[in-house]
């Protein structure tokens, strides 16, 4: 093994000296407590391919890192050696509005991307969890969506083109910078969500859409859930096209109205709907939206626009729920077992003594609950019966339910993706062909891979 | 034995195709072993499921690109998933070659059996095995047509969008083989985005779940991986499609241009006043003179282009949209924009687009179709460059396509009774695509490279971006007895770029018989 002098002096040959933390700097980049020898910040495409043939040749283990709001992602790593911080990378690429596609280099902020295709009307199609800070590469590598996800589908739907650094040194491109295409195989998709374990992507081009004309929300009450559920389906059923529909429990829907300044009883569900169109077809589905949830016991309905609008999206993008000892599970379940799941969520965290709030897309059937408990004594193992109990709820119900967050003791206890079904050796052959040696992210997707 | 023939009336003698270093498929053991291997799939299928006549195989000797020809050893038609895997499992046992068909209608060779073996014909293994309307979900099998999809979830207000132009004859199989697009694609993208989930049969016979009813399912998107690997990774055994709400309210309009150049600027400028439209389709004057002998859809034969625009959604944003869209278009100077008063004229607008190729006979005896993709932008450049190019070779064009995601479908007319005609017309497809890259563009945005474009891929990808592609293959398709010779250049010397250096070929071997 290399030494750790020669680990960094061999770093910063290839990125500069100024650019390789180690030491105590280094802690700020633990994954699972799991501190790095050096953290690098190549500052460009080649720099990052030179990294990573050097880590390939000491046989080094890697993990990508963009801005580290979603690093708590994944299985604890069976090896970290470096990580490769790209935030360095952060340039437009390329942009032509006209073509409505754009290609940025990864570690740009999302919110950056989105700032330079504003000005022309433009953005990319998602609204994930941490807005402000989350990178795109981050975004990509962990599948990261939100609730606009209903109208406009995710990452896997809109990126065309990807350049990657694999797991020797190579970059290659997939896809291309047009709308439409199928020359080849569609190598853009392999990397979404795959936590850069089958290569590091470096730039990501993407098909844009243009920003609704107008948007506003409809949010209103229920006292039930069940109720909310029976709204949505006939929401789904109708012909109104909403750009999100998002259920919110008892203790979301209070947090969430509260930080944008809006009454809300205690003890009530909220039911959110954007709509985004030209303005009066705005105006035109809000009305019919504020009959249908009337007929169905909707109460004290609101209808939000400007910065009230925007913010209570961001609130619902950004919730988190507890401080200190906390966990984020995100299930993936039908439709129709949303308002079950979110029921199944409040009886788990009753039994396991913790405190939870859910978010739930309940037009894409995604639901996030937040736990976080008061005796962190009790908290991992009342975690872990969480996830084992939803987990069984979800697998019944034909979907899934992955540990998005959780400090390391819960990981010790459950798997923090579950099962990946028959197709899981293919997975395995797929990372044994793009990385036979195991230096990228070692041990942190599904099934340990 | 003799496999692979040009189209074109004989007098070529057919030859087989082996790419180099292919030994295995070289030794093909149905030539050897024929009724043993006949025998047992006859036990799988039942006989009446088992096709070995010559004359009855010749029906399933090429696809929609009738260019390219290749004769399967068998015709298997099962009838279940369990039979296909079934088969599948012979065919891996004995190493033979073996590629899935769905109703032939690709336009890229990519069903054809190029080194022959077992063709798996999927046709019957057409149920549509449920509809999910609460969760907004249909499982079908490979063999339903695309069409059956939608009328059957039709009463319930439901549709499947993507629509490949030969939606009544297209399987969703082969839709999801292909990655298909169609006109809706500007809105609602291709057939990738509406598949969630698959079962498959792997080349060794081994049956896998991928992806499934809910969104995210741990783990790589193989889902995404599969959808548009052409028959070369597995056999889609079931697929979990997403149904969607018909919209509330639907307009077409016809924008009738003088020449291209401003309907492409109209494209462009529509595309840029922040409208996604449903479909944008552009047709030019020679596919407007074929439209109007063979259907009539009301199409003015002087125009020098025509673009049809449809919008759809709440009534509300239809109708706020047709304004900005007539607006765009008179700043480029239309001549008239007709917007269809009820169903009927608007079936009758579409009429004409979707019957384009089907038209072409009524003016020209032969076309040979390119399926290049260019950024937007670039429709005015390429228009342009592409009616200098006709003027060079002495061909027509006819243009049909998909504009709003600038997916051309430029139709080189050609007679093939002409000798060297066909030869011009391969030669100057390969001039446009060539140029389509240089623009930034893809050589194929629905109908596959299969065995047609193969040899252009290097015009695109470099060996490493290549490699990359291979290790996919190799991960589901280790020993590519599945659907062999398609998509990856074969390099060999003797083989020029695509369809034209097959005529090199059989020209080659022509010489040295």
Same mark, same amino acid.
């Given at each position: 093994m290399l030494s750790e002098d020669i680990l960094i002096q061999r770093l910063g040959t290839i990125v500069g000296p100024e650019h390789v933390v180690a030491g105590p700097g280094a802690s700020a980049y633990a994954v699972d407590g799991r501190i790095p020898r050096a953290v690098t910040f190549p500052g460009s495409v080649e720099e990052l391919s030179a990294v990573i043939a050097f880590a390939s040749a000491e046989r080094l283990g890697v993990a990508p890192w963009g801005s580290g709001t979603k690093i708590a992602l994944g299985g604890v790593p069976e090896r970290l050696d470096i990580v490769v911080g790209l935030s360095r990378l952060n340039e437009l690429v390329d942009y032509v509005p006209e073509d409505m596609t754009a290609t940025f280099q990864v570690g740009m902020l999302l919110k950056d991307a989105q700032a330079i295709l504003g000005q022309r009307g433009q953005w990319i199609a998602l609204d994930p969890p941490y807005t402000d800070r989350a990178t795109v590469g981050g975004v990509l590598a962990t599948n990261s969506s939100g609730p606009r996800r209903l109208r406009y589908g995710a990452a896997r739907d809109f990126l065309i083109a990807t350049r990657v650094v694999h797991a020797d040194g190579k970059i290659t491109k997939g896809g291309a910078k047009v709308v439409k295409n199928v020359t080849g195989y569609d190598i853009p998709k392999m990397h979404v969500g795959a936590l850069g374990t089958l290569g590091i992507l470096a730039e990501a081009t993407f098909r844009l859409y243009p920003i609704a004309p107008a948007e506003k929300t409809y949010l209103v009450a229920f006292s039930a859930v069940e109720s909310e559920q029976r709204?949505?389906?006939?929401?789904?059923?109708?012909?109104?096209?909403?750009?999100?529909? &998002?259920?919110?429990?008892?203790?979301?829907? @209070?947090?969430? =109205?509260?930080?944008?300044?809006?009454?809300?009883?205690?003890?009530?569900?909220?039911?959110?709907? =954007?709509?985004?169109?030209?303005? /009066?077809?705005?105006?035109?589905?809000?009305?019919?939206?504020?009959?249908?949830?009337?007929?169905?016991?909707?109460l004290h309905g609101h209808v939000l626009d400007g910065d009230t609008h925007h913010g209570f999206w961001r609130a619902v993008r950004n919730f988190t729920f507890g401080d200190g000892q906390r966990a984020v599970l995100k299930a993936s379940v039908l439709l129709a077992k949303v308002s079950e799941a979110v029921r199944k969520g409040e009886e788990v965290a009753t039994r396991a003594g913790l405190r939870l709030g859910i978010v739930a897309e309940a037009g894409s059937g995604i639901l996030r609950y937040s736990l976080c408990g008061d005796r962190p004594e009790g908290f991992p193992q009342g975690v872990a019966e969480a996830v084992n109990t939803l987990r069984a709820f979800t697998r019944e119900a034909g979907g899934s339910l992955v540990v998005l967050e959780a400090p390391p003791e819960v990981k010790a206890r459950v798997d923090v993706w579950g099962p990946a079904g028959s197709a899981f050796s293919l997975m395995q052959r797929l990372?044994?062909?793009?990385?036979?040696?195991?230096?990228?992210?070692?041990?942190?997707f599904v099934g340990g891979l | 034995?003799?496999?692979?023939?040009?189209?074109?009336?004989?007098?070529?003698?057919?030859?087989? /195709?082996?790419?180099?270093?292919?030994? +295995?498929?070289?030794?093909?053991?149905?030539?050897?072993? +024929?009724?043993?291997?006949?025998?047992?799939?006859?036990?799988?299928?039942?006989?009446?499921?088992?096709?070995? &006549?010559?004359? /009855?195989?010749?029906?399933? #000797?090429? #696809?929609?690109?009738?260019?390219?020809? *290749?004769m399967?050893?068998?015709?298997?038609?099962?009838?279940? *998933?369990?039979?296909?895997?079934?088969?599948?499992?012979?065919?891996?046992r004995e190493t033979i070659p073996f590629v899935a068909r769905g109703s032939g209608t690709g336009l890229s060779g990519g069903a054809l059996p190029l080194e022959g073996g077992v063709l798996i014909g999927l046709n019957r293994v057409n149920r549509i095995l449920e509809v999910d309307y609460e969760n907004k979900r249909a499982v079908v099998e490979p063999g339903v047509i695309n069409v059956w999809l939608t009328n059957a979830i039709a009463p319930r207000g439901y549709y499947y969008a993507p629509d490949p132009a030969s939606q009544i004859a297209c399987s969703i199989g082969g839709n999801v083989a292909e990655n298909s697009g169609g006109v809706r694609t500007p809105k609602y993208g291709v057939t990738t985005n509406h598949i969630l989930g698959l079962e498959i049969v792997l080349p060794d016979g081994e049956v896998v779940e991928l992806g499934g009813k809910t969104l995210d399912t741990p783990g790589y998107d193989l889902v995404g991986v599969f959808v548009g690997s052409e028959g070369t990774f597995g056999i889609a055994t079931k697929v979990i499609a997403r149904i969607m709400k018909k919209p509330e309210a639907v307009k077409t309009l016809m924008a009738v241009f003088e020449n291209l150049e401003d309907a492409s600027n109209a494209v462009s400028g529509i595309v840029a006043a922040g409208i996604v439209p449903v479909s944008l389709e552009m047709m030019d004057n020679n596919a407007i003179q074929a439209v109007e002998k063979g259907v009539g859809a009301g199409y003015p034969l002087d125009a020098g282009a025509v673009l049809v625009v449809e919008v759809d959604g709440p009534r509300a944003e239809v109708e706020a949209l047709v304004h900005p869209i007539t607006e765009v278009c008179k700043k480029n100077r239309v001549r008239e924009v007709r917007v269809a008063k009820d169903d009927a004229e608007r079936l009758l607008l579409w009429k004409g687009r979707k019957a384009a190729f089907a038209a072409m006979g009524q003016i020209s005896p032969d076309y040979y179709v390119q399926d290049a993709v260019i950024p937007r932008t670039k429709l005015p450049q390429i228009m342009a460059y592409i009616s200098e190019l006709s003027k060079k070779y002495g061909l027509r064009v006819a243009n049909v396509f998909h504009a709003g995601d600038g997916n051309l479908h430029p139709l080189i007319l050609y007679d093939s009774r002409n000798e060297g005609e066909l030869h011009k017309a391969e030669e100057m497809g390969s001039e446009i695509m060539k140029a389509c890259i240089g623009m930034g563009g893809s050589i194929t945005g629905e109908h596959g490279v299969g065995r047609e474009k193969r040899e252009y891929m290097p015009l695109m990808y470099t060996e490493d971006d290549l490699e990359a592609m291979k290790n996919?293959?190799?991960?589901?398709?280790?020993?590519?007895?599945?659907?062999?010779?398609?998509?990856?250049?074969?390099?060999?010397?003797?083989?020029?770029?695509?369809?034209?250096?097959? @005529?090199g070929i059989v020209e080659k071997v022509l010489g040295h018989s």
């Open positions: 709204v949505i389906a006939q929401l789904l059923d109708s012909s109104l096209v909403p750009n999100a529909v &998002e259920l919110l429990d008892r203790e979301a829907a @209070r947090q969430i =109205a509260g930080q944008v300044g809006l009454p809300w009883q205690a003890g009530h569900y909220g039911l959110a709907v =954007a709509i985004g169109s030209v303005p /009066e077809a705005v105006d035109a589905q809000i009305a019919a939206l504020r009959t249908l949830c009337g007929n169905g016991g909707g990372k044994e062909q793009f990385d036979p040696q195991r230096i990228l992210n070692p041990g942190r | 034995m003799i496999r692979e023939t040009r189209g074109f009336p004989s007098p070529f003698t057919p030859f087989k /195709e082996v790419p180099p270093g292919n030994a +295995k498929a070289a030794e093909n053991p149905m030539l050897k072993d +024929k009724a043993r291997i006949v025998r047992e799939l006859e036990k799988i299928i039942g006989p009446n499921g088992v096709i070995c &006549e010559e004359d /009855e195989l010749r029906v399933y #000797d090429t #696809d929609g690109l009738t260019i390219f020809k *290749a399967p050893d068998v015709v298997v038609l099962p009838s279940s *998933a369990e039979q296909v895997a079934e088969v599948v499992k012979v065919c891996h996919v293959k190799r991960v589901f398709n280790p020993d590519g007895v599945l659907n062999p010779g398609k998509i990856f250049p074969t390099g060999a010397k003797d083989v020029k770029a695509g369809p034209l250096g097959q @005529r």
